[in-house]
């Protein structure tokens, strides 16, 4: 069932040694640094992993959006509504950027699309589980986009160019998220009793499933080792979970909220928090289909590709008519 976190032989990272030239000077490249661009020789493996991350990384800034999509028609005040609706529209975007820096690499939006639909590609555990609460919202860009930010500012200086500049933009916006989601959940932590308790449980159920959105623990991570060595992957997942826990404990504390986990302790010797792992069978589950809205997302994001479908054949109408139009000007010219 989860032939996926098999590791095996083919993750094996190549040393120098065994490389073609091509592949060794293409290594080279990755380790001074270069941005390799999509133009340029690259192995297979570096161009499929790079197409499974950034399109799966798309569909989830895409899918990411219901959630919270789900809550702009209740936020409670107009301003709310404003900066959940501009929220929304920015995840939009960045699904748009990073498939943009997919298809360099020579795949189509369309493919893209069709592999989420039929179940070959993945997006975020995270937005399986649902947004019950307005506290919701404020946990979700409190600690969802909070990690999702601590996963992609070392990205920034991954090593293929498009996905590096996609993110600087995406970062920035991120973090604006970021602090949007801490405000709503200052407003509750500081607001009525009914208020903290809405803001600790979503608090309460929000924790591990942000702690899984960095994947799989290091050894049962299959992509890490062959990632990192080519610098796609800055950090490993637990390095990344480390950080984020580390980071939001204080924030936490701040908030008068309690993190949902007895065995969290400051660990002076590591200068970071020993904390309890997620219930990796949980994530397992998600991943393969079962969590409480895999169904709901995939239903939504496949109806929206087929009620889409008019208005893409009505773009690809216009721009052959258009393209025509400018042949036919073209050869009157000449
Ligand atoms: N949700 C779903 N699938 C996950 C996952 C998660 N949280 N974590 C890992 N997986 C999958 C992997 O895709 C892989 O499956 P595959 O072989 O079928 O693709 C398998 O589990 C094994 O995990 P690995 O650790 O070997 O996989 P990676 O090396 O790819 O590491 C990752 C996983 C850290 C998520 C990495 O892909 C990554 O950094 N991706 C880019 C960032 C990204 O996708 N972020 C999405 C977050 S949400 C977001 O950005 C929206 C924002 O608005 C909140």
Not at 241 to 261: H, M, N
Not at 263 to 274: F, I, P, Q, R, V
Request: net charge neutral.
């Amino acid at each position: 069932m989860y032939a996926q976190m098999v590791k095996t032989d083919a993750d094996k990272v190549k040393a120098l040694q065994e490389m073609t030239p091509e592949e060794r000077a293409f290594q080279e490249r990755v380790d001074r640094g270069e941005k390799i661009e999509p133009k340029d020789w690259m192995p297979e493996g570096y161009r499929r992993t790079l197409i499974r991350q950034i399109g799966q990384h798309a569909h989830s800034e895409i899918v990411g959006q219901l959630p919270e999509g789900n809550w702009i028609t209740r936020a409670p005040t107009l301003e709310r509504k404003a900066i959940l609706l501009a929220k929304v529209q920015d995840e939009a975007g960045h699904g748009l950027y990073l498939y943009c820096a997919a298809e360099t690499l020579g795949v189509t939006r369309d493919e893209l699309t069709e592999r989420l639909l039929s179940g070959r590609m993945k997006y975020s555990s995270i937005f399986n589980y649902p947004t019950l609460t307005w506290a919701d919202i404020g946990a979700v860009g409190w600690l969802v986009d909070g990690a999702a930010i601590m996963n992609q500012v070392p990205l920034q200086r991954t090593s293929f160019g498009p996905y590096s500049r996609a993110m600087i933009r995406i970062c920035k916006e991120e973090s604006f998220h970021q602090r949007q989601g801490f405000d709503i959940m200052m407003k509750l932590a500081r607001g009525t009793e009914a208020q903290k308790r809405m803001a600790q449980d979503a608090l309460d159920r929000f924790w591990y499933p942000s702690l899984m959105m960095f994947g799989p623990s290091d050894k049962d991570s299959v992509h890490s080792a062959q990632s990192m060595s080519w610098k796609i992957k800055i950090n490993t997942n637990d390095e990344l979970r480390q950080k984020f826990v580390d980071q939001t404990v204080p924030q936490a504390e701040y908030l008068g909220l309690t993190i949902p986990d007895p065995e969290l302790t400051w660990n002076e010797a590591k200068g970071g928090y020993d904390f309890s792992q997620p219930d990796w069978s949980e994530f397992f589950e998600v991943l393969a289909g079962n969590g409480p809205c895999n169904a709901d997302r995939m239903e939504a994001r496949t109806r929206a590709w087929e009620e889409g479908a008019w208005f893409r054949d009505g773009l690809m109408a216009h721009a052959k008519k258009a393209a025509a139009r400018r042949a036919a000007a073209r050869h009157a010219a000449e």
